[in-house]
C-alpha cells in the first residue's frame, strides 16, 4: 500500500488517474493533456502501473491505460475500517 500513496503523492500522477476515472487512453492521448515530456509521461503511468492503479492492454500498436477500480475500492474499505 505505501506504493499506491507514493504514486498518489504526485500532482501529475493524481490528473492521470481523473483523466482515466473519464476514459480509457493510451500514452499520446494522456501526454497530450500536459505540457511535460513523454517520457516523463511514461514515468508517471510506470509508477502507477507497479502501484497496481492502472492496467495497460496492448490494442494494435498502441497501449491503452485504465483504471483499476478494485485497489481504489481496497483503499476506501481500509480508510474506512479505520473510522470508529
Do not use: C
Not at 493524481?14 to 511514461?42: C, H, T, W, Y
Amino acid at each position: 500500500m505505501n506504493s499506491l500513496f507514493k504514486a498518489l503523492n504526485d500532482e501529475t500522477r493524481r490528473k492521470i488517474v481523473e483523466l482515466l476515472k473519464e476514459k480509457d487512453m493510451n500514452a499520446g492521448e494522456i501526454a497530450e493533456q500536459f505540457n511535460i515530456s513523454k517520457p516523463s509521461i511514461s514515468h508517471h503511468l510506470d509508477i502507477l502501473k507497479r502501484a497496481d492503479l492502472i492496467t495497460s492492454e496492448k490494442k494494435g500498436q498502441f497501449v491503452a491505460y485504465s483504471l483499476n477500480t478494485s485497489i481504489l475500492e481496497d483503499v476506501i474499505n481500509w480508510i474506512l475500517s479505520l473510522k470508529k
